[in-house]
């Protein structure tokens, strides 16, 4: 008895299953990123980026992708450097996770240190930061 070979074909996105199929990797990639969350940073001449950040980045690397001159991070998010120094938002400040004992230390090196500073380079960022605010200090440095 003859067998009849069957040719995979590739599939074709006009073809019912491909074309679902190709709707659900959509969605679930869309599941699996969710919408990024925005940061607006604010520089020390009132100069305003808002721009999209990765959720399981950090604030810092945000700002650096995205051209911020106002962040430095000369160690690359290291918490030895306190270049990638900024004033959060009062009203994000208390939502955001607390300092640990290395980014307090940390920021005894920061230039003009406030209540509300934080290295940037320590905050994650999250869906929850969707709208997060901060401002970088007139300079970065030691
Ligand atoms: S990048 Fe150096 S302390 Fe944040």
């Known amino acids: 008895m003859a067998t009849k070979l069957r040719r995979r074909q590739a599939p074709n996105p006009s073809d019912g299953f491909a074309r679902d199929m190709h709707y659900i990797a959509g969605r679930e990639s869309e599941r699996a990123t969710g919408p990024m969350p925005q940061i607006t940073y604010i520089e020390h001449d009132g100069t305003t980026h808002q721009v999209e950040a990765e959720v399981g980045s950090t604030v810092m690397e945000t700002a650096i992708r995205n051209g911020i001159t106002g962040i430095v991070a000369e160690c690359g998010g290291a918490c030895s450097c306190a270049t990638c120094h900024v004033y959060v938002d009062e009203a994000w400040f208390e939502r955001l996770p607390k300092r640990s004992p290395e980014e307090e230390d940390m920021l005894d ?33 030691r």
């Not at 509300?116 to 320590?122: K, M, N, P, V």
């Open 109 to 141: 090196f920061a230039f003009d240190a406030k209540p509300t500073s934080r290295l940037s380079c320590q905050i994650k960022v999250e869906p929850a930061l969707d709208g997060l605010v901060v401002r970088t200090p007139p300079y970065q440095g």
